[in-house]
């Protein structure tokens, strides 16, 4: 079992910056890579970034790349979402999810926190 826990969610004026934390707990030796995925009112969830969490290797959607910078920190257990340039099309509740198998799918996920962009 993974346990993910967020942090980090606000308001911020467009061009701003914030970054979002998760939490890891639990039976973490069986997670392969972890993700942040974002839904905004009335539209469907969509990715925007993976991280492998034994080799770090990245990959993002072309939405959020060369804004937004996905980590991790594998000693506390954490893996972070790093947003610069904020637009108001960003504005979403953002999940951080866990993937233990390599299907493409994640496994857990967080609560989800709101992140709000302003003009």
């Known amino acids: 079992q993974v346990q993910l826990v967020e942090s980090g969610g606000g308001l911020v004026q467009a061009g701003g910056s914030l970054r979002l934390s998760c939490a890891v707990s639990?039976?973490?030796?069986?997670?392969?890579?972890m993700g942040w995925f974002r839904q905004a009112p009335g539209k469907e969830r969509e990715f925007a970034a993976t991280?492998?969490?034994?080799?770090?290797?990245?990959y993002y959607a072309d939405s959020v790349r060369g804004r937004f910078t996905i980590s991790r920190d594998n000693a506390k257990n954490t893996v972070y979402l790093q947003m610069n340039s904020l637009k108001p099309e960003d504005t979403a509740v953002y999940y951080c999810?866990?993937?233990?198998?390599?299907?493409?799918?994640?496994?857990?996920w967080g609560q989800g926190t709101q992140v709000t962009v302003s003009l």
């Open positions: 639990g039976r973490t030796l069986r997670t392969y890579a």
């Open positions: 999810a866990a993937y233990s198998t390599t299907s493409g799918r994640p496994d857990y």
């Open positions: 991280i492998g969490w034994n080799d770090g290797s990245t």
